[in-house]
């Protein structure tokens, strides 16, 4: 079925430790994105994408960093977790700069 | 100043009434507004989005842009216990495609 999945659904880490969030979607969007949603903060912007090798950064980039070498895979990796990255992570693509977007089914991520 | 800016509720209203969700942003050169619903636990869904000044409809829900008082409002008619869940308004600005969410408000629609 065409669509748009995370992995993991779940994911228990400690800090320090490096962890890769995976987003694959398979309608050939070319915008992803990456939120994390947090209680009181809505959905912040991590990192986003316009196509494949072209990345920007968002309204919370600083721990993160993202790669797009095919169009349909956009990880997000926690290079070095912390506690104040506990969160739930959404994914999200769009096939142009104006279309709503399609969201994944969320990775919760506990960092203890 | 947030770019995107909600009340964050919660707002209560009784079945049937009409709830309005009113969202504010600072980009003046935003080009496309939406709104999405989501339930706990749950992914935002797609409610509506719009472009243009003026009103759009959609069965019960009505959404509304005034880009000169930068303001996207959200209309729901015959408000239904199963619409209680968060609304999230987001806007795009001209940008390259970044999108941006209010916090959201909260609606609880009591039968």
């Known amino acids: 079925d065409a669509g748009i999945t995370q992995s993991p659904r779940y994911k228990i880490t400690e800090t320090g430790r490096q962890v890769t969030l995976m987003c694959h979607q398979t309608?050939?969007?070319?915008?992803m994105f990456w939120y994390r949603q947090d209680l009181g903060h809505g959905l912040r912007l991590i990192y986003y994408?316009?196509?494949?090798?072209?990345?920007d950064k968002g309204e919370v980039p600083d721990g993160y960093v993202v790669s797009r070498s095919k169009t349909e895979n956009f990880p997000l990796t926690l290079e070095s977790a912390t506690r104040s990255q506990t969160s739930v992570y959404f994914c999200?693509?769009?096939?142009?700069?104006?279309?709503?977007?399609?969201f994944g089914n969320g990775t919760r991520l506990t960092v203890t | 100043q947030k770019e995107v800016e909600q009340n964050s509720g919660p707002l209560s209203v009784p079945e049937g009434a009409i709830a309005s969700l009113n969202c504010t942003y600072s980009?003046?050169?935003?080009?496309?507004f939406f709104w999405y619903r989501q339930y706990s636990g749950k992914s935002p869904e797609l409610i509506m989005f719009?472009?243009?000044?003026g009103d759009k409809e959609d069965g019960r829900f009505t959404a509304q842009l005034n880009k000169a008082s930068q303001y996207v409002s959200l209309l729901i008619r015959d408000s239904q216990p199963s619409d209680s869940a968060t609304y999230l308004c987001?806007?795009?600005?001209?940008?390259?495609?970044?999108?941006?969410f209010g916090q959201g408000t909260e609606l609880s629609v009591k039968p």
């Open positions: 999200a693509s769009s096939p142009n700069v104006n279309s709503p977007l399609h």
């Open positions: 309608w050939s969007h070319s915008y």
């Open positions: 994408s316009a196509a494949a090798d072209i990345t």
């Open positions: 980009d003046r050169g935003s080009q496309s």
């Open positions: 719009i472009y243009s000044n």
């Open positions: 987001a806007v795009r600005g001209n940008q390259g495609g970044k999108l941006i």
